[in-house]
């Protein structure tokens, strides 16, 4: 009896697990919103495509929940959060704005 409840547990722990471990990537993407500048899509896929393990960025850089960490442009381009990498040596420079932040579409709305 007592075996089987400890086989349920660890069944449910290890299918927890599993999900944890395709929370980001591959195939997820993160959506900031980011203000005026439009929102940030951080996808999971394209960073585990360039060979980037998960403690590559956590949680050294980013803690493992959406929202946890207060990322803003100042401390990118001091070097910190997405400016870890994205400093013009690893990746691509903070000043490439529009690599990051996708302004919507302009609706026209009841024409
Ligand atoms: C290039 C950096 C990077 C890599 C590599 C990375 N992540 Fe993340 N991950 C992030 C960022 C950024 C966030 C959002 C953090 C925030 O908003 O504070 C995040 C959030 C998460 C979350 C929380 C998602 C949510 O919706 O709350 C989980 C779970 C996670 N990552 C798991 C992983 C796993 C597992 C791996 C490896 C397979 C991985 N991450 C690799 C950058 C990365
Ligand atoms: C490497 C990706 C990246 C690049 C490049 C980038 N940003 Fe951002 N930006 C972000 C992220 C991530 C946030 C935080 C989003 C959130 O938490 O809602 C952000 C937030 C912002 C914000 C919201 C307020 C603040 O200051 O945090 C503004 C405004 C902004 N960015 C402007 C810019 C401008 C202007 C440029 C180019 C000079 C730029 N960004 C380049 C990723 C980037
Ligand atoms: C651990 C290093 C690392 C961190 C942290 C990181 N990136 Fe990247 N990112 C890369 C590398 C490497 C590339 C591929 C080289 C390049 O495009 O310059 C890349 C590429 C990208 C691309 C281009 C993807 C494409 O379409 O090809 C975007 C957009 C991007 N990152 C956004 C972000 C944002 C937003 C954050 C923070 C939430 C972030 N990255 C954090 C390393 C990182």
Do not use: E, Q, W
């Amino acid at each position: 009896m007592k075996k089987a409840v400890i086989l349920a547990l660890t069944l449910i722990i290890a299918v927890a697990f599993v999900s944890i471990v395709y929370a980001v990537p591959p195939g997820k993407t993160l959506t900031f919103k980011a203000g005026k500048m439009g929102k940030v899509i951080f996808s999971g896929k394209k960073h585990a495509d360039k060979g980037l393990k998960c403690n590559n960025c956590h949680p050294k850089i980013f803690k493992m929940k959406k929202g946890a960490d207060k990322i803003t442009m100042k401390d990118i381009r001091a070097g910190k959060f997405c400016g870890t990498c994205h400093n013009g040596t690893r990746a691509f420079k903070p000043t490439n704005c529009k690599k990051c932040h996708h302004k919507k579409k302009r609706v026209i709305k009841g024409c």
